[in-house]
């Protein structure tokens, strides 16, 4: 029987930079995956391939929409040829597992494809198409990550009752996409067949989309979407969603119980991910679960068996894939004897969107809430040079401070670019900078992150360009 120092389950994010960083740290380590590429959720079917489509969409909204203004012309009709778009998400998505499977290879990681679960806290099982094999290893990470939730209700048929990973295999562009939930997901994907010429309504049981996110964001992104004919739809709880023929039926009541009724080609169920342990067998190892199916993990990601430890989606926390690639960085570390640290009040959280929308630290409504003494500025994008000259003038980028200390609380921001930018202000808050720190520092002119810069010097009501 083969025997590792460490084993991981799963291959996402989380899972192979676990399984990289013990490697480099000296472990024999062994990498789990059920399916036959590497990459998890994210790779395959979730944040790679939506970007590409995000990407591929933008390039033929503008072609139809603002070439034209630009001065390029386009002789005739400028067309979608979804298969090939798809085409090229794949080969995105083949590429980039591709190089996990390079990854792997370089750091000595044996991958065994199959289905791993536990036979106790130290052997695992891994089955494949009529035949198994064990292996012990001295500890495990479980990465195993989520999968789509849907609401009691609603059968999935895969087909125009749908979930992320059939939208981002479409075979035609739907007349009516019916998308429930307005977060993140349900967003950027509306957007893709959006852009490609599909109405697009959105229902979300809250009473503003990205709901998790600051307030000014949702309202702001709204305004946005609207402006791009989205429909919009918040406070409508849904209560049947039925299929008859190729039309969709959406019914649902309004905040006055009122009921509506909305019909589509296709619906796209986006109500968040739910972990994924399905086949672990975690009773044989003796691991706890919660009540949601999420694995119970201490400060330092270890289950309740000390050998044992949980990262990423199948753990409490947001499900990003950043956060994943930092908890295995730290679970690693932690098996080594090290005492690394994650500060989940700065794992930024994006919405790839266009404009885009991105956040760290505490939302206004937190520091409400919290009764916090706090200061704020912000500052629109549309007053920045680089805007008006690349004609992305929508967003706004906001600061919160201390009022005391005028440390950085939160920054907030939409715009182009906004998925870059929040890193600046990561670092600026790694560091506990003031707003007055990152308003003193010199911004190349013209950029998108001189927005940074006027936000910070709103606090104070210094801003100099508005």
């Known amino acids: 029987m083969k025997s590792y120092d460490v084993t991981v389950i799963g291959s996402g994010p989380g899972g192979y930079v676990a399984a990289i960083r013990c490697a480099q740290l000296g472990m024999k380590t062994a990498l789990i995956e059920k399916y036959n590429t590497l990459g998890g959720t994210c790779l395959n079917v979730g944040c790679i391939p939506s970007k590409a489509l995000l990407d591929s969409s933008h390039h033929y909204e503008s072609a139809v929409k603002h070439f034209a203004e630009h001065g390029i012309e386009v002789p ?13 998400k794949q080969a995105v998505v083949d590429q980039t597992t591709g190089g996990i499977d390079f990854l792997m290879k370089k750091n000595k990681i044996e991958v065994f494809n199959g289905l791993g679960s536990f036979v106790d806290a130290n052997r695992i099982k891994i089955e494949t198409e009529g035949d198994s094999e064990e292996i012990e290893s001295k500890n495990v990470i479980i990465a195993t990550g989520s999968k789509p939730a849907s609401l009691p ?11 992320s990973t059939e939208a981002l295999k479409l075979k035609e562009i739907p007349k009516h996409m019916i998308v429930i939930g307005g ?18 309504t959105v229902v979300e049981y809250m009473d503003r989309i990205i709901p998790t996110m600051d307030a000014s964001l949702s309202k702001e992104l709204a305004k946005v979407l609207k402006k791009q ?6 406070s409508h709880q849904v209560e049947a969603v039925e299929r008859k023929g190729d039309t969709i039926h959406v ?20 109500v968040g991910r739910k972990a994924y ?15 949601r199916g999420q694995i119970e993990v201490n400060d330092h990601l270890q289950t309740n068996v000390s050998n044992i430890y949980a990262i990423g989606d199948v753990v409490r926390g947001a499900m990003l894939a950043h956060k994943a690639e930092e908890e295995g960085t730290m679970a690693a570390e932690i098996i080594a004897g090290q005492k690394p640290h994650i500060d989940y009040n700065l794992i930024p959280g994006v919405v790839y969107t266009w404009p885009e929308v991105a956040s760290v630290g505490k939302t206004e409504e937190e520091l409400k809430e919290a009764g916090a003494d706090y200061k704020t500025g912000s500052f629109p994008m549309r007053a920045l040079g680089r805007s008006r000259a690349s004609m992305d003038i929508d967003g706004l980028i906001k600061v919160l401070a201390d009022s005391k200390t005028d440390e950085i609380l939160g920054v907030h921001m939409i715009g182009a670019r906004a998925a870059d930018m929040i890193a600046e202000a990561v670092v600026a808050m790694e560091f506990r900078a003031s707003s007055e720190d990152v308003s003193r520092m010199s911004h190349a002119h013209p950029t998108f992150t001189e927005a940074i810069k006027e936000a910070c010097l709103a606090v104070d009501d210094r801003a100099l360009h508005v």
Do not use: H, W
Request: glycine content about 10%; overall charge neutral.
């Open 76 to 88: 005739g009709e400028v067309k979608v040829n979804l298969e090939q778009m798809i085409a090229r």
């Open 153 to 163: 209700f609603i059968t999935l048929d895969k087909e125009r009752i749908i979930t």
């Open 277 to 291: 342990t399905e086949g672990l067998n975690l009773e044989a190892a003796g691991v706890k679960a919660n009540d």
């Open 229 to 234: 004919k989205f429909k919009i739809l918040t």
């Open 251 to 270: 019914k649902a009541k309004n905040k006055k119980g009122e009921p509506v009724e909305i019909e589509g080609d296709y619906c796209l169920v986006s």
């Open 183 to 200: 977060g993140v997901i349900g967003l950027e994907l509306g957007q893709v067949y959006k852009r490609l010429g599909a109405d697009v």
